[in-house]
């Protein structure tokens, strides 16, 4: 019977374990890191522009209308184009690897995930995880129903 009791409490640790690091994932989700570059507008347009062109790469492209609205300029809309990293990566692999796409800035999320980010974007693009195999499936509770 004591056999059972300790299978059952080792049980409800790695239940209450597996709460913890599901929870703090979700919190690294939410936390990032932002830098500019220089970019290369031309060669982050090429990469994003079409997807299908044969060609596999490890991204996934999101572009949403954005408006600006300067004193000096007419109401102007503006498409943002970001590019999501499949898997988790490092932040220098981010950063480097932002900067050979040409993107004017990029966002690390300290779960794992890299957004980079194209040239007419503000804010830094979508302040929020979207990488498609990261976090790790299972350790992102929070958004396994949001897709």
């Known amino acids: 019977m004591k056999s059972m009791e300790r299978a059952v409490m080792r ?15 979700a919190k690294m989700s939410k936390k990032s890191h932002v830098e500019d570059f220089e970019g290369v507008t031309a060669l982050f347009e ?10 596999t790469y490890d991204w996934r492209v999101h572009t949403f209308s954005i408006s600006s ?37 990029y ?4 779960d794992g995930c890299c957004e980079c980010v194209g040239g007419h974007c ?17 350790c992102d509770s929070d958004n396994d129903n949001d897709d």
């Open 11 to 25: 049980m409800l640790a790695m239940l209450i374990y597996i709460q913890l690091i599901r929870g703090d994932m």
């Open 107 to 110: 966002r690390w999320f300290h």
């Open 69 to 105: 609205n300067n004193i000096d300029e007419e109401h102007v809309i503006h498409n943002c184009t970001v590019l999501y990293l499949d898997q988790c990566t490092s932040w220098n692999k981010c950063r480097q690897t932002c900067q050979k796409t040409g993107a004017a800035s």
């Open 122 to 138: 503000l804010g830094y693009g979508i302040n929020e995880s979207r990488c498609s195999h990261c976090p790790e499936p299972g």
């Open 46 to 55: 090429a990469l994003t522009s079409s997807p299908n062109d044969g060609y």
